[in-house]
């Protein structure tokens, strides 16, 4: 019986990428550096658009576009802001691209990059096709915007395949579409999000299988459902090309939930000698993102400095 590693090493040859290496922890010289961010999902009900949809108001709120997201962020002096696909409106164009990039310039505020909902662990076909379209559609998006990074998903593989036959889709799926974004000067930050990837083993050989210098994690810091999701934070962190701060920790019955011990999600990522994004996405439920984002930025700024 192959190893899943020599399974993996296999499959991936057959992408003609053999020659390259697989890529190891990122060696960043100085010391550790994060900017502060804010992702537009933070706000997901705000928006007019909504994956496709639009929204309805709430007692005659005005719903916002990506354009006011960047406002807020200005308003509130937050250097980064994500952009996620998922509050675009469907017929987005070039010229709104542009626009999202010129306002943005103006406010003084960098567009830390982007996010798409994506499915890699699909077979081969129709399906798994249109999700490599859509990602590489938003890697010209992306580019159009000088936004650096998208974040990606490993996605669900379909019910009784096997884990190997699983990773080995997903890895020709993500591989792909690194070679597209490497031509663009675009990150693709494979996350730490359930399914395929919900310990961290998995989420390491794909990123470490990937032969392009565009691949990394997107580190979540809220997305291990584990016994130890600090320990298996801390063995992904070498490999982070973005941050993404959840305020909240859920334990491995995936239904408890406490608050993240954000000074040792810091710790972590300083020990990694991370340099990058750090950005609040913020999910708690039951509460006003308005009035409770303001005060988490207060006091995350004296902690990264």
Not at 108 to 125: E, S
Not at 199 to 225: Q, T
Request: aromatic content about 10%.
């Amino acid at each position: 019986m192959i190893s899943r590693r020599s399974f993996l090493t296999t499959s991936l040859s057959a992408l003609g990428a053999s020659a390259l290496p697989a890529i190891e922890p990122i060696n960043r010289a100085g010391q550790s550096r994060m900017q502060l961010g804010v992702a537009a999902y933070s706000f997901r009900e705000k928006f007019q658009w909504s994956r496709g949809k639009e929204q309805k108001a709430k007692d005659g709120e005005k719903l916002w576009s990506i354009l006011d997201f960047i406002d807020w962020c200005a308003d509130h002096n937050v250097p980064g802001a994500e952009v996620t696909s998922y509050f675009f409106p469907p017929d987005v164009d070039e010229a709104f691209l542009l626009e999202v990039k010129r306002h943005a310039y103006l406010r003084g505020v960098q567009l830390a990059g982007t996010a798409v909902g994506n499915n890699f662990a699909l077979p081969k076909g129709e399906k798994r096709d249109q999700e490599i379209a859509n990602v590489k559609q938003w890697i010209d998006h992306a580019a159009v915007m000088n936004a650096p990074h998208i974040r990606v998903f490993a996605g669900q593989p379909p019910k009784g395949t096997p884990d190997e036959e699983a990773l080995a889709n997903c890895l020709e799926a993500y591989q792909e579409c690194l070679d597209y974004a490497g031509k663009k000067g675009i990150f693709l930050g494979l996350e730490n999000h359930h399914g395929l990837v919900a310990k961290p083993e998995n989420l390491i050989h794909l990123v470490r299988e990937a032969k392009s210098p565009w691949a990394g994690i997107n580190w979540d810091s809220g997305n291990f459902h584990t016994e130890d999701p600090y320990g298996d934070l801390a063995k992904i962190a070498p490999y982070a090309i973005n941050v993404q701060l959840k305020m909240e920790i859920t334990h491995a019955d995936g239904k408890t939930k406490e608050a993240s011990d954000v000074d040792r999600v810091i710790k972590i990522l300083k020990d990694a000698n991370y340099q990058g994004w750090f950005t609040l996405e913020y999910e708690v439920k039951g509460t006003d993102a308005m009035i409770e984002i303001p005060k988490i930025l207060d006091m995350l700024r004296p902690k990264l400095g």
